[in-house]
């Protein structure tokens, strides 16, 4: 059964970067049938697309976010990263890894259980 | 603002049906048949409830379906049951350069 689990620190302090793990268990991370995204939840707003990769490093961007993402692939280690430069608290939130079937079909599943990270001096 | 237009909540009663609405525009929503909606629970990450805009993963409840006309595509809950309250959202495929959009959210109450 497919896994994912995010990591990183819970709290960044403004104008600093933000970055995050996301763990990939119970299948390949390098299969060519799937991409790997980032979504993330502000405190009791809506939902968010960050970003995502495909396995073979092809990365598509949030147009409003692109200048300060960046999202890689360790396929070796399975896991998939995130790094949000220079943030404020406006980039608080909840954030969730998910795989999607492709960038068009929108059909995010599974979803990470999601970690805090709280920006904050 | 979100790209996709929610109401904000909607209530029905155990055992009615409801619908959640879902606006987008022309570039998104009414060009592609690529919207999924998402359950989330309290605490809890979005689940997968329909994708393609009709279609329901393995194990979701005929219950819920969707449906699209024109820029807005809806989820309709039958039979309403305590369990279903929760937060919904929709998501849409927008286009070669925005790529995905999602929906403000609804807050589904049972009454």
């Known amino acids: 059964q497919l896994q994912l689990q995010e990591s990183g620190p819970g709290l960044v302090k403004p104008s600093e970067t933000l970055s995050l793990t996301c763990s990939v268990s119970?299948?390949?991370?390098?299969?060519?049938?799937?991409?790997w995204g980032w979504i993330r939840q502000s405190p009791g707003k809506g939902l968010e697309w960050i970003a995502s990769?495909?396995?073979?490093?092809?990365?598509y961007y949030n147009p409003s976010l692109k200048s300060r993402v960046t999202i890689s692939v360790d396929s070796p280690k399975s896991q998939f990263s995130l790094k949000l430069s220079s943030v404020t608290a406006a980039d608080t939130a909840v954030y969730y890894c998910a795989r999607h079937s492709s960038m068009t079909t929108v059909v995010f599943d599974p979803w990470g259980q999601g970690t805090l990270v709280t920006v904050s001096s | 603002q979100s790209a996709l237009t929610q109401p904000a909540s909607v209530s029905g009663s155990p055992g009615q049906s409801i619908t959640i609405s879902c606006t987008g525009t022309?570039?998104?929503?009414?060009?592609?048949?690529?919207v999924s909606w998402y359950q989330q629970h309290p605490g809890k990450a979005p689940k997968l409830m329909i994708y393609e805009v009709t279609k329901r993963p393995s194990g979701i409840s005929t219950r819920f379906s969707g449906s699209k006309s024109g820029n807005t595509a809806s989820l309709t809950i039958s039979g309403l049951q305590a369990e279903d309250e929760a937060d919904y959202y929709c998501?849409?495929?927008?286009?070669?350069?925005?790529?995905?959009?999602f929906g403000g959210g609804t807050k589904l109450t049972v009454l």
């Open positions: 022309s570039s998104d929503v009414g060009s592609y048949n690529l």
């Open positions: 119970g299948a390949s991370i390098s299969s060519s049938s799937y991409y």
């Open positions: 998501c849409s495929y927008g286009g070669s350069s925005t790529y995905v959009l």
């Open positions: 990769i495909y396995y073979s490093g092809i990365t």
